[in-house]
């Protein structure tokens, strides 16, 4: 009953209305599901890619930290030209594996090693030392010049970057370097005698370890001027290039700034205390007496620092990126087996060796203590990878020089190139801070355009700091473009899909509503028409049928009677029979009798049903046949005849105040082999915005109450769907005046 009264009430404004709520309850809520939705998958997106970039810092991490546990594997011994294999008994010498060139190191980007010895004197195992002949060993006089050149450039890197005071060539370093220290060693053994000591333990006692007495009687012996100043310019070059390095790898100094990185804007530098050395080379910490009583050298190196790389020597701030955790590095000591070509007798005896060749060693045996690797940044932009080795208590700065491009590129960039991130992400290489290089996507248009998730692009990715050495190297990955999730595109077609679902079924269900109630309207007026054109003829026929009745007629108004009665039962005939037909099309149980017939026969057809209904409104009916003699239509006879009927009833209805009153009826043959049919009248025309709708079932151009003109809106459209049926096409045109309703047929073919 609700539904019913709710329906009466409705027009087309009010279900437009209520039908656009019922889609907004149903649209918002899904709008919002698919909005979730896919906001979880892009969130999964990006976890996804943060999970690859994690992976990507830890395989990068993995690898240099491989390739420093190799550089950390070397022994003291390596870093010259020449070491022992085997054990001091064995005495076979060979090669260094850092003397192979073109140079190959574990870590990428390394340009060469270097060694910086107690007195500041810079060294490489690339070059042999003094009485060793490089041909003897393989080294063409081309390689000769190849390796010089390539020291010289290390050098003079080192030198600028103020880390050497001099560069100088490894055969001269090697000969004032053993003479000095056997001058430095003989001032020594007296004082270490008058102690106690054995002359053997005497020889691995340094000049720094001695003790108070010693070297007093060591200053007393070298104070000549000449010595006492060659003595201070070697310790001052010693202190220069050890305080060099000091504050390379101090974190509280200032960061290097390469022309690359100068402009950039300076950033927090990160903290880690440092130790300070003692003059000398020392260390606090050493324990001078118990070494020298247990008959070996003092390990005169530093107590064991714990840098600030290491997972566990600071506590991270809040605003820290995650370290890569690592084993913890310490220091570790080792036996060197140390090469050193037996002095000749005199200079001839020396060059006669060199030529032939044979040159007799004697192996000397030191302990040595290895730190663990620093790196730090040249201010040329290169970095130094270094490390603290102490041998009878001397400190050695043993390295190895990287190219920062090389190192960027094979360390970071190559396996950033090869994963899947290179497509969506930015890679920010810092050094403490500052830029080292950033590494682009490789974006595509279409890819940006297809694939790309808004509102990501330049969010942090991910941000990790490097195992120690490197552990002031940064990587911070930000968003370019991402991708979107493998469900995105199943959500994205299901979202279309809904959106088209609920759209077109609101669309059809208004359209559908809005049908029905024009249909329940016409169906209203239907019933008024009906009910109207039922009762007019029928009062009248009741009129005169009682007036006859009732004798009260003269002969001649009884055939006008007659007359009457007869008009108005043949129309309320035509009625019913329209009713009935258009009832038994839409219930699609018509069945029609198909007959050949004549354009002739069919005019002549016609001119009998509407002469007499044309006349009786008092119009002329002018019919007229223009087709070729002989053409056929096959088509139902009485169908044809109701839709002509039908059309000549319309006319003269809405021609009847038209000053010509006349009806023209013409049948013609087109060219495309059509037979049409016409009819014209001369009353008012028809509205432009009417003359589709002059077809639909129960429409009326008037308001049913006020409409100048009788009908039931069903004769036109019965017009149409007979005419349908039988093959044909139905139009209207106004012309100047009236209408003209034109029905075509295909024309028969020849019979069979």
């Not at 909005?35 to 810092?57: I, T």
């Not at 960061?255 to 205390?273: G, H, T, W, Y």
């Not at 000591?333 to 006669?352: C, I, M, N, T, Y």
């Not at 040159?359 to 970095?383: H, M, Y």
């Amino acid at each position: 009953m609700l539904g019913e009264k709710l329906f009466r009430k409705l027009d087309e404004r009010r279900l437009a209305l209520l039908l656009g709520a019922f889609f907004l309850a149903l649209a918002i809520p899904a709008a919002v599901l698919i909005a979730q939705a896919y906001g979880q998958l892009k969130w999964e997106a990006f976890h996804r890619n943060q999970l690859l970039a994690e992976d990507l810092a830890a395989r990068v991490d993995a690898g240099l930290r491989a390739a420093v546990a190799t550089e950390e594997a070397r022994s003291f011994g390596d870093y010259s030209f020449l070491v022992v294999a085997g054990d001091a008994a064995a005495n076979f010498v060979q090669r260094s594996p850092l003397s192979a060139f073109p140079v190959a190191g574990a870590v990428p980007g390394t340009l060469g090693y270097f060694q910086v010895d107690t007195l500041g004197t810079l060294t490489t195992p690339l070059l042999p030392g003094a009485g060793v002949d490089a041909a003897s060993y393989g080294i063409g006089a081309d390689e000769q010049a190849a390796r010089r050149a390539l020291f010289a450039s290390l050098s003079d890197v080192l030198a600028a970057n103020r880390l050497v005071t001099r560069s100088l060539d490894a055969s001269a370093v090697a000969d004032e370097r053993d003479a000095k220290l056997e001058r430095e060693q003989a001032h020594v053994a007296e004082p270490a005698a008058a102690s106690g000591l054995g002359a053997s333990s005497a020889q691995r006692v340094s000049p720094a370890a001695a003790p108070p007495a010693a070297r007093f009687a060591r200053q007393q012996a070298l104070s000549s001027d000449a010595t006492q100043k060659e003595l201070s310019d070697q310790i001052a070059k010693a202190e220069a290039t050890q305080a060099a390095f000091d504050k390379l790898a101090d974190k509280d100094a200032p960061v290097a700034q390469s022309a690359a990185n100068e402009k950039q804007a300076p950033l927090d530098l990160l903290v880690r205390p440092a130790a300070a050395p003692l003059a000398g080379g020392r260390v606090a910490g050493t324990d001078v007496r118990k070494d020298a009583a247990a008959g070996s050298a003092p390990a005169a190196g530093p107590p064991e620092k714990t840098s600030a790389l290491a997972p566990q020597a600071t506590k991270e701030s809040s605003n820290e990126p995650p370290r890569v955790q690592s084993a913890e590095r310490r220091k570790r000591s080792e036996q060197s087996l140390v090469p050193e070509p037996r002095p000749s007798p005199d200079d001839a005896g020396a060059v006669a060796a060199a030529k032939s060749a044979k040159v007799e060693f004697r192996v000397r045996t030191f302990e040595s203590e290895l730190e663990p690797f620093e790196v730090g940044q040249l201010d040329t932009g290169q970095l130094v990878m270094f490390r603290n080795a102490w041998r009878t208590g001397q400190r050695f700065i043993q390295g190895v020089l990287l190219d920062r491009e090389r190192f960027v590129a094979e360390t970071i960039a190559a396996p950033f190139d090869a994963s899947s991130l290179a497509a969506m992400s930015d890679v920010a290489v810092t050094y403490r801070g500052r830029p080292l290089a950033t590494l682009r996507a490789a974006t595509s248009g279409d890819y940006t355009s297809q694939r790309v998730v808004a509102g990501l692009a330049g969010t942090p990715l991910h941000r990790a700091r490097l195992s120690p050495p490197f552990g002031d190297l940064e990587l911070a990955f930000s968003v370019n473009q991402l991708p979107r999730a493998p469900g995105a595109l199943l959500l994205l077609w299901m979202s279309v899909t809904l959106a088209v679902v609920l759209c077109g079924g609101f669309f059809f269900m208004y359209r559908f509503a809005v049908g029905q109630l024009r249909l329940a309207r016409q169906q209203q007026d239907f019933v008024s028409a009906v009910s109207h054109e039922l009762k007019t003829p029928l009062t009248s026929i009741r009129m005169y049928g009682e007036m006859l009745k009732a004798g009260w007629a003269d002969d001649a108004k009884k055939q006008t009677y007659y007359d009457y009665i007869h008009s108005e039962s043949e129309r309320l005939s035509r009625l019913i029979e329209n009713v009935l037909q258009l009832a038994r099309l839409t219930r699609s149980s018509q069945h029609f009798d198909v007959k050949r017939a004549t354009t002739a026969e069919l005019v002549d057809l016609l001119r009998s049903k509407t002469t007499t209904q044309a006349e009786r409104a008092g119009f002329k009916l002018d019919v007229r046949d223009d087709t070729p003699l002989g053409t056929e239509l096959a088509l139902d006879v009485d169908a044809f005849a109701q839709i002509f009927i039908n059309l000549v009833d319309n006319a003269l209805k809405f021609s009847s105040d038209a000053q010509r009153k006349a009806i023209e009826l013409a049948a013609r043959r087109e060219s495309d082999g059509r037979v049409l049919f016409t009819v014209r009248d001369f009353g008012p025309g028809i509205p432009k915005g009417e003359l589709k709708k002059i077809f639909d079932l129960f429409y009326r151009p008037a308001d049913e109450v006020t409409r100048a003109t009788a009908g039931t809106g069903i004769g036109l459209a019965l017009v149409q769907q007979l005419a349908a049926a039988l093959g044909g096409r139905v139009d209207v045109r106004n012309c100047e005046p009236g209408a003209e309703f034109r029905v075509s047929f295909p024309a028969a073919g020849p019979a069979a």
